[in-house]
């Protein structure tokens, strides 16, 4: 029972981490990445559909996208979809091709850049304590039910904090690597 427990405290905790390194890949930083167009979604035949569901998108070079159409009515829609982001991406349309030069990033941006990322960063903490305390929880109610003994509860308390302990470490570390990666020039 307790071993199930953790097992889905640490589960849950993992895609606590995985949500953060969506979060972080739809900050942008210099360098073109095709996920920072993730959130885009354009009007396809009156339904809102992603980006990447009507188009291509591949990098050209490290400070620009591509994204070719399936569709070549689609163009315009996309080109409006990108330009009402809140990205600040100015596609330029050739025929059917579209390029997206990634401006470069100045020091007031890079700054709320960060305090972006480091607020995902807290909202991903928060998360992972929740995630303890719904496990600390149910280890409670285990012992209110004399199902384990207050020794059990003591160990899988220090078990439960060891994983959270594990997984903020990992927040941590993924948050060091992407302001590193925010203050590159």
């Known amino acids: 029972m307790i071993d199930d427990i953790k097992q889905d405290a640490q589960e849950r905790m993992g895609k606590a981490i995985d949500a953060l390194g969506n979060n972080f890949n739809k900050i942008r930083t210099g360098r073109a990445h095709p996920s920072i167009l993730d959130g885009v979604t354009v009007n396809y035949y009156g339904a809102d559909t992603p980006l990447s569901q009507v188009a291509n998108i591949?990098?050209?070079?490290?400070?620009?996208?591509?994204?070719?159409?399936?569709?070549?009515?689609?163009t315009p829609e996309i080109e409006k979809a990108i330009m009402k982001s809140s990205l600040g991406l100015n596609p330029v349309t050739t025929g059917d091709l579209m390029r997206i030069p990634m401006p470069p990033l100045t020091e007031e941006t890079r700054k709320n850049y960060i305090k972006q990322a480091r607020s995902e960063a807290e909202n991903a903490r928060v998360s992972i304590r929740n995630i303890r305390r719904d496990a600390l929880g149910d280890v409670k109610d285990l012992l209110k039910e004399k199902e384990i003994s207050e020794d059990d509860e003591r160990r899988a308390q220090d078990d439960i904090q060891k994983i959270t302990d594990k997984f903020v470490a990992q927040v941590d570390a993924t948050l060091g690597a992407k302001e590193k990666d925010l203050m590159e020039i």
């Open 58 to 74: 591949s990098v050209l070079d490290a400070r620009t996208l591509s994204v070719s159409p399936w569709e070549r009515q689609m």
